[in-house]
């Protein structure tokens, strides 16, 4: 099972808007509204932000949405602030009954 | 409060093994899945294995499979995962992590770090 892919950094000013791109296939990301998103800071433990496709854990900013066209799924921050600053990954389970993440993406506020 | 712990990395030889645990708390099992993730330095997360506390099915990544191997102490509130056969690349931090099915993964421990090095 390939990685999804993910671009490997994006940025942003403080207050714009950025978006990550997730890109699987019609086996994964495509075929399931099981997309998941982790946010995770270095050195410490993955964090879940989005999970099913759209939904938000309680406790996570409204700031976080996703959404999925076909076999691409995407995650839009907004309103970026400095803590934001993290690496993003994306998830989704997959038609051989197992999960596959994507590279990860860098998000850099500038 | 949900609590996952993991134990038992360490620095081991290629070929040889090693045990991880995961130790849970603070939930059923029987409503989740309990799941191994591992992240190589400096590079992304990889999914290895899941245990299914519903129905005791066990699932492995294609990486892993034949040299690792997933067992449950019910008594423990543990998972273990016996790691045979090991390679340099299956160096990195190992996550434990509850599953909601294989759908997504809601919470983490904090890692244990196994190094295969001669």
């Known amino acids: 099972q390939s990685a999804l892919t993910q671009p490997v950094s994006v940025s942003g000013s403080p207050g714009q808007s950025i978006t990550v791109s997730c890109t699987g296939t019609?086996?994964?990301?495509?075929?399931?509204?099981?997309v998941s998103w982790y946010q995770q800071y270095p050195g410490k433990a993955p964090k879940l932000i989005i999970y099913d496709v759209i939904n938000r854990p309680s406790g996570v900013s409204h700031r976080f949405s996703a959404s999925k066209s076909g076999n691409t799924a995407s995650l839009t921050i907004s309103w970026l602030q400095a803590d934001d600053e993290a690496e993003y990954y994306c998830?989704?389970?997959?038609?051989?009954?197992?999960?596959?993440f994507g590279g990860g993406t860098k998000l850099t506020v500038l | 409060e949900v609590q996952l712990v993991e134990s038992g990395g360490d620095l081991v030889l290629p070929g040889g093994s090693l045990r991880l645990s995961c130790a849970d708390s603070g939930f059923s099992i029987s409503s989740y899945y309990i799941n191994w993730v591992r992240q190589a330095p400096g590079k992304g997360l990889e999914w290895v294995a899941s245990f299914s506390g519903i129905s005791g099915t066990l699932y492995y990544a294609d990486s892993v499979k034949g040299r690792f191997t997933l067992s449950r102490d019910s008594g423990r509130n543990s998972l273990f995962l016996q790691m045979n056969g090991l390679r340099a690349e299956d160096t990195g931090v190992y996550y434990c992590?509850?599953?909601?099915?294989?759908?997504?993964?809601?919470?983490w421990g904090q890692g244990t770090l196994v190094t295969v090095s001669s």
């Open positions: 992590a509850r599953g909601v099915g294989l759908r997504y993964f809601d919470f």
């Open positions: 998830s989704s389970y997959t038609s051989s009954s197992s999960l596959v």
């Open positions: 019609s086996s994964d990301v495509g075929a399931y509204n099981y």
